[in-house]
């Protein structure tokens, strides 16, 4: 696997570098947009994901990601300030798949890259229409969700709010992706939609709704579906 790692900070660099080395992955640095430029135009092996950087010496990390999306269908992880609010969402919108703000640890940074490696296709070609965690069980072929082993019956709105979550299942997805997808591209200003129906989905889904550990809220950002179990274990009766 092999990653290009965008980010003006030398000690952050470093310690991202080495971490990643230790974990097998092949670490191309860059510290400028122009460096990261010259890196894509020459490089001889295609990379595999890209960690990217907003604020860099001659511009934002913004402007690269234009570049890599007309190139090709790389994941984009991008690694923000949290005051970088608006540029993330932005980015978001526009392809990125998932944020890190800073600081983050190296297990979390970890866990966001496989999610978007597998994404992406990398390492499992299958998009994701199965989804366990814990006592929940979403299969969206069947378009059925049971808890515990029990139907849970969801209105045609909160199914198709909750299997847009499940086919980027732990990542981040954008009030505005959300509603644009569940309600169609005139509704994306209209968040309190999501408030509504994501608390009916928590009331259903959740063992305790105020406290959710399966649809979390990214503040000022959206939501995220928590990441499904790796071993799904026997089958749920269905
Ligand atoms: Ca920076």
Same mark, same amino acid.
């Not at 540029?87 to 297990?107: E, N, S, T």
């Given at each position: 696997?092999?990653?290009?790692?965008?980010?003006?900070?030398?000690?952050?660099?470093?310690?991202?570098?080495?971490?990643?080395?230790?974990?097998?992955?092949?670490?191309?640095?860059?510290? *400028?947009?122009?460096?990261?430029?010259?890196?894509?135009?020459?490089?001889?092996?295609?990379?595999?994901?890209?960690?990217?950087?907003?604020?860099?010496?001659?511009?934002?990390?913004?402007?690269?990601?234009?570049?890599?999306?007309?190139?090709?269908?790389?994941?984009?992880?991008?690694?923000?300030?949290?005051? &970088?609010?608006?540029?993330?969402?932005?980015?978001?919108?526009?392809?990125?798949?998932?944020?890190?703000?800073?600081?983050?640890?190296?297990?979390?940074?970890?866990?966001?890259?496989?999610?978007?490696?597998?994404?992406?296709?990398?390492?499992? *070609?299958?998009?994701?229409?199965?989804?366990?965690?814990? &006592?929940?069980?979403?299969?969206?072929?069947?378009?059925?969700?049971?808890?515990?082993?029990?139907?849970?019956?969801?209105?045609?709105?909160?199914?198709?709010?909750?299997?847009?979550?499940?086919?980027?299942?732990?990542?981040?997805?954008?009030?505005?992706?959300?509603?644009?997808?569940?309600?169609?591209?005139?509704?994306?200003?209209?968040?309190?939609?999501?408030?509504?129906?994501?608390?009916?989905?928590?009331?259903?889904?959740?063992?305790?709704?105020?406290?959710?550990?399966?649809?979390?809220?990214?503040?000022?950002?959206?939501?995220?579906?928590?990441?499904?179990?790796?071993?799904?274990?026997?089958?749920?009766? *269905?």
């Amino acid at each position: 696997m092999r990653v290009l790692l965008l980010e003006d900070d030398r000690e952050l660099c470093r310690t991202l570098r080495d971490a990643l080395t230790m974990e097998g992955y092949a670490v191309l640095t860059a510290a *400028s947009l122009a460096e990261a430029n010259a890196l894509l135009a020459h490089a001889r092996e295609p990379l595999d994901l890209v960690l990217l950087d907003l604020g860099l010496p001659d511009g934002d990390g913004e402007q690269l990601l234009a570049t890599l999306r007309r190139r090709e269908s790389l994941p984009v992880l991008v690694l923000s300030a949290r005051q &970088a609010e608006g540029q993330k969402i932005r980015l978001l919108d526009a392809g990125a798949d998932d944020y890190l703000v800073k600081p983050f640890g190296v297990a979390e940074l970890l866990a966001r890259m496989r999610v978007a490696l597998r994404r992406r296709g990398t390492r499992v *070609s299958a998009a994701l229409t199965d989804y366990r965690r814990a &006592a929940v069980h979403i299969d969206l072929h069947a378009q059925r969700v049971w808890r515990d082993g029990a139907p849970v019956h969801l209105t045609p709105t909160e199914f198709a709010l909750l299997a847009r979550l499940v086919r980027q299942a732990g990542q981040v997805v954008t009030h505005r992706q959300l509603l644009r997808d569940v309600w169609g591209a005139e509704f994306t200003e209209h968040t309190h939609y999501l408030r509504l129906y994501m608390g009916q989905l928590r009331a259903k889904l959740e063992d305790e709704p105020a406290e959710p550990r399966l649809l979390l809220t990214e503040p000022g950002v959206g939501y995220r579906l928590a990441e499904p179990d790796e071993d799904p274990g026997p089958l749920m009766p *269905s």
